[in-house]
């Protein structure tokens, strides 16, 4: 059981540590995964962003994730789920268009605190502040490396077995502190589990921007390029 995402996010950096990184950029999913990723970023002395990527929501049970939405357009269907539902074709592309006029919105909110990170050649650490049914993180993964990160490693508080299986062959390391056979959400691993508002992300965006220009070469993590 984590406290609240700070702490699970510094526990996560602990894990971190000591790997050989290049130029690290810790990407978080919006919105309690910035809670997460500030922590990493700020205990690395890491680069933080958003990556955006939304849910595909599954008729009458929006709650139920039919696959995800990145924010180049990619689309991740669950196999699972994604013939269970009559008429899909149609929904989806009016549950897509819904999801990406959120992910326009919320890159010209966080993109005004920010300007977009530079993947290209870096090393990329994905969180979130769980995975359940990894739909989100397999659509962010996937449109990740048509941008040519150095490596990318998934490093999650929680996560199912199960799904973290099908994330391991998208990206070079998965971290998970605890991998439950029994989680049906997030938040029962979390003693504090408040919803995060956009206030916060921008928040906590401007605080590790700041700080990384004021102090580039300030982190605990050690670079190829420096050689």
């Known amino acids: 059981m984590f406290r609240n995402r700070t702490e699970a996010g510094k526990k996560l950096a602990g894990k971190l540590k000591g790997r050989c990184l290049v130029d690290?950029?810790?990407?978080?999913?919006?919105?309690?995964?910035v809670v997460v990723g500030a922590a990493i970023a700020q205990e690395l002395g890491a680069d933080l962003d958003?990556?955006?990527?939304?849910k595909l929501r599954a008729p009458g049970h929006y709650e139920l994730a039919l696959g995800a939405l990145a924010e180049d357009g990619t689309v991740y269907l669950n196999p699972d789920l994604a013939d269970a539902y009559p008429g899909l074709p149609e929904y989806l592309a009016l549950e897509r268009e819904n999801?990406?006029?959120?992910i326009r919105r919320r890159a010209a909110q966080y993109r005004s605190v920010r300007p977009a990170a530079p993947i290209k050649g870096r090393s990329i650490v994905v969180t979130d502040d769980g995975i359940a049914t990894g739909s989100t993180m397999i659509a962010a993964l996937r449109?990740?490396?048509?941008?040519?990160?150095?490596?990318v490693i998934v490093a999650v508080p929680v996560g199912a077995p199960d799904?973290?299986?099908e994330i391991v062959p998208l990206c070079d390391d998965v971290v998970c502190l605890r991998q439950p056979h029994d989680l049906q959400y997030v938040g029962q691993f979390y003693q504090n589990?408040?919803?995060v508002e956009d206030e916060e992300v921008l928040s906590l965006l401007t605080e590790v921007f700041a700080s990384r220009s004021r102090n580039p070469n300030n982190?605990?993590?050690?670079s190829k390029r420096e050689s």
């Open 193 to 195: 589990f408040e919803q």
């Open 219 to 222: 982190g605990l993590t050690t």
């Open 163 to 165: 799904r973290l299986a």
């Open 24 to 33: 690290p950029l810790v990407l978080a999913v919006p919105r309690g995964g």
């Open 50 to 54: 958003v990556v955006l990527a939304r």
């Open 143 to 151: 449109a990740l490396r048509a941008q040519r990160p150095a490596e």
């Open 99 to 102: 999801q990406l006029e959120e």
